[in-house]
């Protein structure tokens, strides 16, 4: 008899149990250090530079790195989180001091998990870098998913594309022009090479200011740019999967980085799947900047910008005042978020 195949809600329910007990098996062997009030000092302002499984590493305002734990009643604390916290009078099986509050946030990016829900990446952010590569391939569809979280989160994006080193001239030609689609539309871009330096100068320039956050799907090169602004570092770097074409996670927490020229870089650990299913289709729609003109102005109000008559989103792509490749990802998108929503519905009814 073969064996029964299982399906990816299935191994995405096997792999969160696995996870979950081997926290539970953290915090059994590591038994959690419950900290008395007459242990700890006065409460002083930090900011979160790494988070773990079960402790964060918070930094004070005299740069010095302690390793904290959370209390019980705190919400999901995140890299770039302002907090209050408390040193103990002396280090407790590695642990210096507890978080005990998170200041309010100006932002924060966030991604859905199939069993956790909206999962935070990381708070109080200026601008997102969205690191994409033309190994395997360039996709604007990812691009644009990206950004729908972006325009969503209220966080201004710069369009980065790595590895231009492995472009012939022509194939750089055609990037240029795929990269001028974005520029239109008042978006940033950046053709650049960790390997080779390329432009380098002008990414380094471009994060000096404020708190800047990689994202991207794994194997894009996130690392190995890292690697090259701040070589002490050393962030692991990954190869792409031969099998799958995908690039191999290599980052395991995410983590702030200040950086010498000025500003602050969070790396987060590799996405190969942004998924948009949180989303209502209205907020995934206002998520494309340049519809914002047209919107409201359809024929109908129901209008679903396929074929429906009086369409002013068609009738934009039709004057060149919205470029096709966005018009059909946004569909891509919507098609995705449904057909995703119809899945986790039958998934949660069965």
Not at 122 to 132: E, G, H, M
Not at 230 to 256: F, K, Y
Request: charged share 25%.
């Amino acid at each position: 008899m073969s064996k029964r195949k299982l399906t990816q809600n299935q191994k995405r329910r096997i792999q969160s149990k696995n996870v979950k007990a081997l926290h539970r098996h953290q915090r059994k062997e590591k038994k959690e250090v419950e900290w008395q009030d007459d242990m700890l000092s006065e409460s002083q302002d930090g900011v979160i530079v790494t988070r773990y499984s079960i402790h964060v590493d918070v930094e004070d305002i005299h740069g010095e790195i302690f390793r904290c734990n959370l209390r019980r009643t705190l919400a999901n604390v995140v890299v770039g989180d302002q907090v209050v916290w408390r040193k103990g009078n002396a280090q407790l099986q590695g642990v210096s001091g507890v978080i005990e509050a998170i200041k309010p946030r100006q932002n924060e990016i966030a991604r859905p998990d199939y069993y956790d829900g909206l999962k935070v990446i990381a708070a109080n952010i200026d601008r997102i870098i969205i690191v994409s590569a033309v190994l395997p391939t360039l996709s604007l569809n990812i691009i644009d998913r990206y950004l729908v979280i972006c325009e969503t989160a209220n966080i201004p994006a710069v369009i980065v594309v790595n590895k231009a080193d492995l472009l012939t001239e022509l194939e750089r030609q055609q990037v240029e022009e795929q990269l001028k689609v974005y520029q239109q539309i008042g978006y940033q871009t950046l053709i650049l090479s960790a390997q080779s330096g390329e432009n380098m100068e002008k990414l380094t320039a471009l994060l000096s200011e404020g708190t800047s956050i990689f994202v991207g799907q794994s194997g894009v090169g996130k690392s190995s740019l890292i690697n090259h602004i701040l070589p002490n570092v050393n962030a692991q770097t990954g190869d792409i999967s031969e099998n799958s074409g995908l690039g191999q996670h290599t980052t395991t927490s995410s983590r702030l980085y200040h950086l010498p020229q000025g500003g602050n870089l969070i790396d987060s650990p590799g996405i190969r799947e942004f998924g948009l299913w949180h989303l209502e289709q209205e907020q995934i729609t206002k998520g494309y900047r340049e519809f914002q003109y047209f919107l409201g102005t359809c024929k109908f109000r129901d209008c679903k910008h396929l074929s429906d008559p009086g369409c002013a989103l068609r009738e934009a792509v039709a004057s060149g005042k919205i470029h096709s490749v966005r018009f059909d990802n946004y569909h891509r998108l919507i098609a995705s978020l449904n057909e995703t929503k119809s899945q986790r519905h039958f998934t949660l009814d069965s």
